[in-house]
């Protein structure tokens, strides 16, 4: 795509030309923000300033046109979100990062083609967001090949690509006016040791110093600085704040031509592209053993879903099955019916007193996810979202008929909700693809939007198809967006892998074995997933942090803790009866694996057992966070009484929140779950269930074809 280079004249920004364009975008034009006339530097906290005497000589370089924009907005949102939650939410009147928007609006005035903008922002948020939300409203995408490096690497590969930055300022500890003028190079050691001593950000994140960019492969021309002046602002013994006044530079031609080519990241780190060999390894195996492809439900399911079911505790709100009437007219366009879901959901919360903004999870259930569908939905769902929407896991299911659209949440009215909403393409993760972020935090819970395997820089699928890939892009991708979204990291409770094609479960098993994944897990097999992808990975997550009493209960201390891992079954044996009017002569009965006759009546018996798995944390007045519950025959009410009273799971059922009830379609489940909810919450206390039917179910260390499957999350 055609691009135009936010430019501060750093290294930073004018290393990320040399990845858009290794990632054959083309640069069309500069954009940059000045302080007003007669100031060297302001105090901004989006923009480099410093500098800007100097950064004509690097459009020129680069030889292409510059627009210029004097910032008069002041930092007025300084928190980490910006612009409003709420649906069409514009920026923040008078701030400066609507200087950003006018100067892009400029750009694209001119240059009504350019489709993206060049970002070089490494690990600062506050910036990253503005820029997404600028570019949002203009529809730009951020290309932010940067975002998420390691710095020390970073800074070898810049000097190793050719690129020539001086330092302009300094104002970190351990670097003085003698370092002004010098060059990366030359710097590095020193950087390197600062990093050592006091924790320095290597490439200067944390504003420790700023440079000026002479050279890079990407300049037509070098720059000279002629004439420069040392400006003290801050005289300190130990962090001296002084920078570089260009008073006179020019224009050179470059002795010979460079390679513009630069380093690029391998695609997996290594031990996901040991995840992959694991995967290519056992799908090779199951051609060997001509593995069967999946299975795909001749009719859709009769079972029709309860309204909408909600549940409170505290401040926490669950909403379950919120879908279209199947009374409706059928011929109803999708978006509509989306549009109708999100209505339903918008009065459920103000009933609660909560709204839109407070959600920190859906789950949204299509019919399919063919292009046109996704788009349609997407479109619908961005009308009740603004700026960090809630984390989403999207599907197309088996719906039962009538019904186009469901969906269920979680939300809570909490302050130190935190989202994790990256917009830009990188090497990092996938930037969203819908209306959704990567993460959102509501402590002590990060709730983390599926995944799949895409590309990051590309936001496409491997070619050629590669379930390996697939899967070890899946793994790290989430792996990655956990450790962005809290800076250390969590501890998964609960895995969901939604797959569509069950010959693919035995791969995604052992790859979670190859990763020692120890939580509840569930292999989930649905019509559709996004783009087309083969597995799709939903995790829920635990800060892991608590704070307990001392020992003389007067004070508190907050503590980190690993949760633990446990399962079960739990076995009967009961008899069935079966009339052969159920089966034509000679066929085989699913639920026993005998021949029938076309006149007797068959008796058999059959092993019912039902299976159980919690993650939970050792910390006195908790209870497990996550159980996932699966079952298969026929249950006894003595079954689940025992099942209840376990002394892992019998202090869980007064704090379940929410049910995710996953059900084949061709099973036979509601009397089950009827049973195991009756026994288990009684009248009161049932958590916010939402049915979805599945073509398969599975779990972790067993081969069972469970007939479903509950996934219950609590707070305590």
């Not at 859906?362 to 788009?375: D, K, N, R, Y």
């Not at 917009?423 to 990092?428: E, H, N, P, R």
Request: hydrophobic letters at 40%; charged letters at 20%.
């Amino acid at each position: 795509m055609k691009y135009v280079a936010l430019l501060s004249g750093g290294k930073d920004s004018c290393y990320n030309l040399s990845h858009c364009n290794a990632n054959g975008h083309q640069l069309v034009a500069a954009a940059t923000l000045s302080p007003q006339s007669g100031k060297d530097e302001i105090d901004s906290y989006m923009y480099q300033t410093v500098g800007q005497d100097a950064i004509e000589f690097v459009a020129r370089a680069l030889e292409v046109p510059l627009y210029r924009r004097v910032i008069q907005g002041d930092a007025i949102e300084q928190n980490a979100e910006y612009g409003s939650r709420s649906a069409g939410g514009a920026g923040v009147l008078g701030d400066e990062t609507e200087d950003l928007y006018t100067l892009l609006e400029h750009v694209k005035a001119h240059h009504p083609d350019v489709q993206g903008v060049s970002v070089g922002a490494i690990l600062s948020n506050y910036q990253r967001v503005r820029v997404e939300h600028v570019c949002r409203r203009l529809s730009l995408t951020p290309l932010a090949y940067l975002w998420q490096r390691d710095q020390a690497e970073l800074l070898s590969e810049m000097i190793a690509a050719g690129i020539s930055s001086v330092l302009i300022k300094v104002a970190g500890i351990g670097l003085t006016v003698k370092h002004l003028g010098k060059t990366l190079n030359e710097m590095q050691d020193t950087l390197t040791r600062l990093n050592r001593l006091y924790g320095l950000h290597i490439c200067g994140e944390g504003g420790e110093y700023e440079t000026l960019t002479l050279d890079s492969p990407l300049f037509k021309h070098r720059i000279v600085l002629d004439e420069t002046e040392v400006v003290m602002h801050t005289d300190n013994e130990f962090a001296p704040v002084a920078y570089l006044r260009i008073k006179r530079a020019s224009l050179h031609p470059k002795e010979s031509s460079t390679d513009s080519r630069v380093e690029v990241l391998p695609l997996l780190e290594d031990r996901f592209g040991k995840l992959k060999n694991k995967v290519e390894n056992s799908v090779l195996e199951g051609y060997e053993n001509g593995s069967s492809g999946t299975y795909e439900p001749t009719n859709k399911p009769h079972h029709i879903p309860d309204h909408p079911s909600t549940h409170t505790i505290r401040s926490w709100l669950a909403i379950g099955n919120i879908h279209t009437d199947p009374s409706l007219d059928s011929e109803i366009p999708l978006e509509e019916q989306v549009r109708d879901c999100f209505i339903q959901l918008q009065g459920i919360l103000e009933s609660h007193d909560l709204r839109m903004e407070d959600v920190a999870n859906i789950t949204l259930l299509l019919p399919s996810l063919a292009p046109e569908v996704f788009a349609a939905a997407n479109k619908a769902y961005a009308e009740f979202f603004g700026a960090s929407p809630p984390s989403r896991a999207c599907v197309g299911v088996d719906l039962p008929e009538g019904v186009g659209v469901m969906l269920e949440c979680v939300a809570r009215k909490d302050n130190t909700r935190r989202a994790l909403h990256v917009q830009g393409l990188s090497y990092w993760a996938p930037a969203n693809i819908g209306p959704y972020s990567q993460a959102v935090t509501v402590e002590p819970y990060i709730f983390v939007s599926g995944q799949i395997g895409l590309l990051p820089p590309s936001l496409t699928l491997p070619s050629p198809p590669s379930l390996a890939l697939e899967t070890a892009l899946v793994f790290q991708h989430t792996d990655r967006v956990i450790r962005a979204a809290n800076a250390t990291g969590g501890h998964v409770l609960l895995s969901l892998y939604w797959l569509a094609d069950d010959a693919d479960t035995i791969h995604i098993r052992r790859a979670c074995e190859t990763f020692c994944e120890k939580t509840p897990t569930l292999f989930l097999v649905v019509a559709s997933l996004p783009r087309g992808a083969r597995v799709e990975k939903q995790v829920l997550v635990h800060t892991g942090e608590f704070t307990v009493p001392d020992e003389d209960e007067d004070t508190f201390t907050q503590v980190c803790r690993t949760p633990e891992f446990l399962s079960g079954d739990i076995h009967a044996k009961r008899t069935q009866t079966s009339h052969t009017a159920d089966f034509l002569s000679g066929d085989v009965d699913a639920e026993c694996g005998m021949t029938t006759s076309s006149e007797m009546i068959l008796s058999s018996t059959r092993s019912s057992m039902l299976n159980w798995q919690i993650s939970r944390f050792d910390v006195s007045g908790t209870s497990p966070q996550c159980v996932v519950i699966c079952a298969r025959g026929h249950l006894s009410q003595e079954d689940v009484i025992e099942l209840g009273n376990l002394p892992s799971l019998s202090a869980f059922w007064e704090i379940a929140l929410s049910a995710r009830l996953f059900h084949r379609v061709d099973a036979d489940f509601s009397s089950g779950w009827l049973l195991v909810s009756r026994v288990l919450f009684g009248d009161k206390n049932m958590p916010a269930t939402t049915s979805i039917p599945c073509r398969y179910i599975g779990t972790q260390g067993s081969d069972e074809r469970w007939d479903w499957a509950v996934a219950f999350v609590g707070v305590s």
